[in-house]
């Protein structure tokens, strides 16, 4: 998970889930499909990678880039989905061990 720790490839993903103009790389546009879906259906398309990746995703933006996440949070409703509250222990570990 090395793009955690580049701010500057992180934050080129972020503000493609936030729609900001020319920012999406393929990458990010593969991910502004499916974290949202992610969210919205509590990742019943993921497999086991893919849920354990995105739970590592938000546990580290929610401990280092809180402003961050509060965007993306606002944006696709997270703090209150499904996928988040089955995952909240998870994530709380997660923070911890970062």
Known sequence: MNI????R???RYVECLLDVPDTCTKDGDYLKQVLPEAIKTNCAECDAK???TAVRVMA???KY???WWKKIDARYQASTSEFLL??????????NTL
């Open 4 to 7: 955690l720790r580049n701010a």
């Open 86 to 95: 089955a995952r909240k222990a998870k994530i709380e570990e997660y923070k």
């Open 9 to 11: 490839m992180l934050k």
């Open 65 to 67: 880039h809180d402003d």
């Open 50 to 52: 893919q849920d354990d």
């Open 60 to 62: 580290y933006l929610m």
